[in-house]
């Protein structure tokens, strides 16, 4: 995913973006960067690998390198940026989030006619924020170009930019799958991700930007350069997943919905003739699968407990290393049981979502090693049945990666391609050998999934404003 946030103010702002990038960090693990506008020294930008220290220990002391009154940062699970681009639109900072699908065919177009160059990385591959200013760069102003790269990208776009007077430039999607907030203080404004990143940082929510609205923020005001959208399809995993649970989308706060979809879930399990005398406790799978939990526990009457621990204070987010070895290793080191809250127990657990069910197997046989008696599971979100081609969510070389789709086909070849929509569904036949399947591979003693009803229910939007693709491939 990835996540930015920047400023633009008439005082110096360097320590606001510092911890305003900083509290993006559970959006990506691989990168980050700032880069402000310094009166005397010009652009100044910084980028650091965090796969194995977080961002604030790497930009620690920036306000000692850097100075300034306009900022941008980021924290990228993918390329390092910000990047900073000298062009006909003048120099500027410009950092991206989202997914360039088509980007082998936009980059052949481009060196077709251009003439010009990219900067190739390992493997040959090219930077997408690269690529989105060299489609910026072909028109005569930023609202021009912005526009033409989300028209000609397919994929999702949403963007910052920094320019050379200080002005900040920010685009939503065209569809507002990611959000783009901003606010307010006495002295300028900021541009965020997440609202809470600047609520910390005593600004106040001023407005989210509309699908596909682009604007220009200097410490005065905000211009809209291009209006919003009519059509709305925002993320929905933003609330059962990868939102940080102090943030609100559309109005709509992420712990709430959580809450309330454990509420509806257990609400369904109740109705379907589960008992809290068949549940000893209930628990979250940490931490995303927890306030799911939690409203599971509230409504269905059975005590929360926490079984099993997470050690943070050496492993503060997900860093996982590449190697497949080490990273089981790691997984394994970061659970450390309650033996009392285990053993002899029967345990429902609740997780934000089952996507390749590798790491999830791997904590059910850690509960069974500590003495379980029966391990339940509950996913707070319907069955992924396809990767997500809108960001970088569920994404993977197949759809195959999905476990799903590898029992889909395990049980009857290509044809299951064609019944999808029923094994989606657990009240028929092939939903139902679905759960049993999963059942038996992943070792649950039960296994329910959120409806995409009750999803939508717990969300409070309408369901033509939230995509959907990944459980139903409705774009």
């Known amino acids: ?232 399809k925002i993320c929905s995993f933003l609330w059962t997943y990868y939102g940080y649970p102090n943030s609100s989308y559309e109005g709509m706060n992420v712990e709430v919905m959580r809450t309330r979809n454990g509420e509806i879930m257990a609400a369904a399990d109740k109705k379907n003739g589960l008992k809290k005398e068949d549940i000893d406790f209930v628990s979250g799978v940490p931490d995303s699968g927890t306030p799911h939990a939690i409203g599971y526990a509230n409504e269905s009457d059975i005590p929360f407990a926490r079984p099993f621990i997470k050690y943070t204070p050496t492993w503060p987010r997900s860093f996982m290393p590449q190697n497949q070895l080490e990273r089981n290793k790691v997984a394994k080191m970061k659970m450390i049981p309650v033996h009392e809250l285990i053993k002899d127990k029967k345990l429902l657990f609740v997780d934000d979502s089952i996507v390749r069910g590798t790491q999830l197997q791997g904590t059910v046989e850690f509960l069974y090693s500590n003495g379980a008696k029966e391990v339940h599971m509950r996913s707070a979100c319907p069955p992924i049945m396809y990767g997500c081609k809108f960001l970088n969510f569920s994404t993977g070389t197949s759809d195959y990666d999905l476990i799903t789709r590898r029992i889909i086909l395990e049980l009857e070849g290509e044809e299951g391609e064609k019944h999808i929509d029923e094994y989606s569904d657990p009240t028929t036949e092939r939903g139902k050998a679905l759960l049993d399947c999963i059942c038996k591979k992943l070792g649950f003693a039960s296994l329910g999934y959120q409806s995409l009803e009750g999803l939508i229910e717990a969300i409070g939007l309408p369901e033509e404003c939230l995509c959907t693709y990944c459980w139903n491939g409705k774009d």
Do not use: W
Not at 142 to 166: P, V, Y
Not at 225 to 232: N, Q
């Open 1 to 232: 995913m990835g996540g930015f946030f920047g400023a633009t103010s008439k005082r110096d702002v360097i320590l606001d973006v510092f911890f305003g990038v900083d509290y993006h960090s559970h959006l990506g693990t691989r990168r980050g960067g700032m880069a402000c506008l310094n009166k005397e020294k010009g652009f100044q930008r910084d980028i650091h690998n965090i796969e194995n220290s977080p961002f604030r220990t790497k930009f620690a002391g920036v306000t000692d390198e850097m100075s300034g009154n306009a900022a941008i940062g980021c924290i990228s699970d993918a390329d390092p940026q910000p990047l900073l681009m000298r062009s006909n639109l003048g120099t500027y900072a410009i950092t991206t989030v989202g997914t360039i699908n088509n980007a082998d065919e936009l980059v052949s177009q481009y060196l077709s006619f251009s003439g010009g160059h990219f900067t190739a990385m390992t493997g040959g591959r090219i930077n997408s924020t690269e690529l989105v200013a060299a489609l910026i760069n072909q028109k005569s102003n930023f609202s021009d170009g912005i526009r033409f790269a989300q028209e000609k990208i397919e994929g999702t776009l949403t963007l910052l930019i920094l320019k050379e007077d200080g002005t900040l430039i920010a685009a939503r999607d065209k569809v507002g799958r990611l959000p783009v907030v901003i606010g307010k203080d006495d002295d300028g404004y900021c541009v965020s991700f997440e609202s809470f990143a600047f609520e910390k940082l005593d600004y106040q929510r001023v407005r989210e930007l509309g699908p596909g609205e682009i604007v220009e923020i200097t410490p005065e005001g905000i211009t809209t350069l291009v209006e919003p959208g009519k059509k709305l």
